[in-house]
């Protein structure tokens, strides 16, 4: 419940729509009441019981001066339009008010779909905002399937129960205090029974609906164990039929599958049980209430009409109805607590990356980069110790060495995709940690080995990221890229649409849109990372070329398989097992005859 009532705190930019919400039930209850008291007139109509009065009453607050003054205007209406007229005309009016008890039923229902939708539009924004905030480290370690599960499936649950939390919040209290406080003036006797036996059935329903909270849980986590599962399988979908998986993934989708299905079975029974208790539990407070109201009528003293008994259990029959929506809200909001639960353990997930308040801009890359006896570990686990290096402006540095030896690591920790646990990494002397990290991001132009577009045009995916580029600019990126040429053989050139992570091109098309983009800012820093080592040898070339043009008067880092590609560089450096364990140029790093020796001739190359 507590995270429930956390979720709710999104609703207070909105709180006119909860207000309006409560007016119009407040109205729709009165309506419906009103409906209901005219039964009463109505059957003492019926049964010729009637108590004429021909003189207007003076008008008073009290019940017993609103009955006359009601009994007067009765009195009128028959002696205008006779008995089967003024049943006629109540009869009409029951109509009317039902019309008007309906109508306010339906605004009230318009505020809360515009509260509830508000609400749970700045949940999920701001869940997206989190996923957007969070490191690159985060991400690498969570399932994709969770966090489209927590966007969509949670959402689902939290947007039924905030509906459900409104309406048992603003209309059942209202509806219970108006049929209590009619009831009340009909017979206190029987209203204090009704006090004393209807929280015997709640306290019943209230213990069904805190179990819920568990197989909720177990619920979400199977869902997003599925969505995580399909994600899997359509990012892999090329790999799944080149070994013939599918019956594999089939397997494992349907263990997943039956899993989530024997869940929800488990939370929907226990779920659907709260309302046939609760009407069955209602049926029996009835019985109870009828047996000891006709006690009152037919008892010696009969101290209760036969037409206000009726009317006190025509009322209390509509009292169960609200009762009963407390039952289903709680379950509903027991539930959403679940889901609640799991979004604010994902707004809690710390950021390991951050910005100081006192952040300094940064506009321009003047001098050097420099990575001073940095180190960084993952989960304790050492990936770098000890690095120093150097890269003044307008010079390349490579980065070679085997798999797992802590490249990438290290060309990460400059754009701060994830921060040193020792050292520091520095630009033109600043402590990069001190720096704005948009403006830090912005010297730097990037280029991996996955090249990951988006599904947008080719012109929206170079220009990622930017705002007022022009049609020339991204054109001019394009050229450089060697990118311009097929692109304006494509069906509408720069506005051709390429589909999921771009899978209308190939391999080599993605990678030139992706050096493009990059070029596009002018960046002072390069970091490739394995930018040909997928391609084949023809777009190899072209990508080269591309990259040799990009990275002329830049600032690179560069991280290849390939010593082929950088033999070109002002400095390798050869990591193993996350040190530097040989530096230099290809000339004196092959005359050495030490690690780079080896790995040259791994690949034939001298």
Known sequence: MKNFLRIMRFGRPYARFAVLNGVFNLLATIFHLASMLLFIPFLRLLLGQTQAVHERPVLAWNKATLEQGFNWSLTRLIELHGQLGALGIIC??????????????????????????????????????????????????????HLLSLITNDMQVLEYSVMYS???????????????GTMVTLSPALTLWSLLLLPISGLLIGRISRSLKKRSTRVQERSADLLARVEETLTGM????????????????????????????????RQDVASPLSET????????????????????????????????????????????????????????????????????????VTEKPDAKPVAAFNDRVEFKDVSFAYDDKPVLQGINLTVPKGKSVALVG??????????????????????????????IRDLRIKDL??????????????????????????????EADIQRAAEIANAHEFIQRLPNGYNTGIGDAGNRLSGGQKQRIAIARAVLGDPSILILDEATSALDTESEKLVQDALFKLMKDR?????????????????????????????????ELFAANGQYRKLCDLQAFA
């Open 281 to 352: 539990l209602g049926t029996a407070v009835m019985a109870a209430i009828a047996f000891l109201g006709g006690t009152l009528v037919l008892g010696p003293d009969a101290s209760l009409s036969g037409d206000s008994f009726l009317g006190f259990i025509i009322i209390f029959s509509q009292l169960l109805t609200p009762i009963k929506g407390f039952s289903q809200g709680y379950s509903g909001i027991v539930r959403g607590s679940s889901s609640a639960q799991r979004v604010f353990d994902l707004l809690a997930v710390p950021n390991t």
């Open 166 to 180: 409104i309406e048992m919040v603003f209309r059942e209290p209202i509806a219970v205090i108006l049929f209590l």
């Open 555 to 587: 600032t690179s880092l560069v991280i290849a398989h390939r010593l082929s590609t950088i033999q070109h560089c002002d400095e390798i450096i050869v990591l193993d097992q996350g040190r530097i364990i040989e530096r230099g140029t290809h000339a």
């Open 402 to 431: 085997t798999s797992g030896g802590g490249k990438t690591t290290l060309a990460g920790l400059l754009p701060r995709f994830f921060d040193v646990t020792g050292g520091s990494v520095s630009i033109d002397g600043a402590d």
């Open 92 to 145: 009409l009016a029951v109509v009317g008010l039902f019309l008007l008890k309906n109508v306010f039923r339906y605004l009230a229902v318009r505020a809360i779909c515009t509260f509830r939708n508000r609400i749970i539009r700045d949940v999920r924004s701001r869940i997206y905002d989190k996923m957007l905030e969070l490191p690159l480290r985060y991400h690498n370690d969570e399932r994709k399937g």
């Open 441 to 470: 991001r912005a010297l730097m132009g990037i280029v991996t080995q996955d090249s990951l577009l988006f599904n947008d045009s080719v012109a929206a995916n170079i220009a990622f990221g930017r705002t007022g580029i022009g």
């Open 238 to 269: 090329r790999v799944v039929k080149a070994f013939n998986g599918e019956e594999a993934m089939r397997r494992r989708f349907e263990r997943e599958n039956d899993l989530l299905m024997r869940s929800s079975i488990s939370m929907l029974n």
